[in-house]
């Protein structure tokens, strides 16, 4: 989790909470009532503002802000996070002990950037026996691995090392133990391979996401600076009359 979690106050407007999104350059902030997170301020909840017509200004982030508020606890495995939001479709995920506010999980952060998991990778990578084992595992789950013992025992019969049928017995016994176990590794490889391939489209979904959402930020930041310059100048207007 990310422990530097950027705060505005129930009170404050919907203007300086999207100062604040654009200082510290985050897609969200969390409401703290003092006691403890009371809701969180998006950009989806920016862009719902603007749209319903309602004014950034006057409107506090309590009035406007999303007060359903999920969280998680601290303790929590980082799948546990990851299904929390997914299933309620949302890409900002507290973190709170005891009702007090330590830290923030987002859905740009990938499981592979967790620290214990960075941390495993390397230590794996530094292991000459792990390198050496995924080789052996890669090589032997792959079908190059059954032409090789295809044409080794071909030639074992061929040459008759061993007299019939004993070469032959042999050969259909080991083919079908290495064909059945190379396989289930086949297989196993495969779904893995699906997996890391739908993972990474969906991440690659979440970044198309979070640059639509950037953009209408922009847009409505772009709004709120027009709304302002027309404010300003129906006033000054008035005053000149």
Same mark, same amino acid.
């Given at each position: 989790?990310?422990?530097?979690?950027?705060?505005?106050?129930?009170?404050?407007?919907?203007?300086?909470?999207?100062?604040?999104?654009?200082?510290?350059?985050?897609?969200?902030?969390? +409401?703290?009532?003092?006691?403890?997170?009371?809701?969180?301020?998006? !950009?989806?909840?920016?862009?719902?503002?603007v749209e319903e017509g309602r004014d950034p200004n006057s409107t506090t982030c309590h009035a406007g802000m999303t007060a359903e508020l999920i969280t998680i606890?601290?303790? %929590?495995?980082?799948?546990?996070?990851? !299904? $929390? /939001?997914?299933?309620?479709?949302?890409? *900002?995920?507290?973190?709170?002990?005891?009702?007090?506010?330590?830290? #923030?999980?987002?859905?740009?952060?990938?499981? /592979?950037?967790?620290?214990? $998991?960075?941390?495993?990778? @390397?230590?794996?990578? @530094?292991? #000459?026996?792990?390198?050496? %084992?995924?080789?052996?595992?890669?090589? %032997?789950?792959? /079908?190059?691995? +059954?032409?090789?013992?295809?044409? &080794?025992?071909? #030639?074992?019969?061929?040459?008759?090392?061993?007299?019939?049928?004993?070469?032959?017995?042999? /050969?259909?016994v080991s083919l079908e133990a290495i064909f059945l176990s190379t396989f289930v590794m086949i297989s196993q490889n495969r779904a893995d391979a699906k997996r890391?391939?739908?993972?990474?489209?969906? &991440?690659?979904?979440? @970044? *198309?996401? !979070?640059?639509?959402?950037? !953009?209408?930020?922009?847009?409505? @930041?772009?709004?709120?600076?027009?709304?302002? %310059?027309i404010h300003d100048l129906t006033v000054a207007t008035e005053h000149s009359r």
């Amino acid at each position: 989790m990310h422990t530097d979690v950027i705060t505005v106050a129930p009170e404050d407007t919907f203007v300086t909470a999207a100062k604040v999104l654009r200082a510290n350059d985050v897609s969200a902030v969390v +409401v703290d009532g003092g006691a403890g997170p009371v809701g969180i301020v998006t !950009e989806r909840d920016y862009v719902r503002l603007v749209e319903e017509g309602r004014d950034p200004n006057s409107t506090t982030c309590h009035a406007g802000m999303t007060a359903e508020l999920i969280t998680i606890d601290p303790k %929590a495995d980082v799948a546990d996070a990851a !299904e $929390l /939001m997914t299933k309620h479709h949302i890409r *900002h995920l507290p973190v709170v002990d005891r009702g007090r506010l330590v830290g #923030i999980v987002s859905i740009r952060d990938p499981v /592979m950037r967790h620290p214990a $998991l960075r941390h495993l990778e @390397q230590k794996r990578r @530094q292991s #000459i026996q792990n390198r050496v %084992a995924d080789g052996i595992t890669a090589f %032997a789950g792959s /079908m190059l691995f +059954v032409y090789i013992h295809i044409v &080794w025992f071909s #030639i074992w019969i061929g040459a008759r090392v061993e007299g019939y049928p004993y070469g032959l017995l042999t /050969m259909i016994v080991s083919l079908e133990a290495i064909f059945l176990s190379t396989f289930v590794m086949i297989s196993q490889n495969r779904a893995d391979a699906k997996r890391q391939a739908l993972a990474d489209h969906q &991440w690659e979904l979440v @970044q *198309h996401e !979070e640059r639509q959402n950037d !953009e209408l930020l922009r847009l409505s @930041q772009q709004i709120l600076e027009l709304t302002g %310059a027309i404010h300003d100048l129906t006033v000054a207007t008035e005053h000149s009359r």
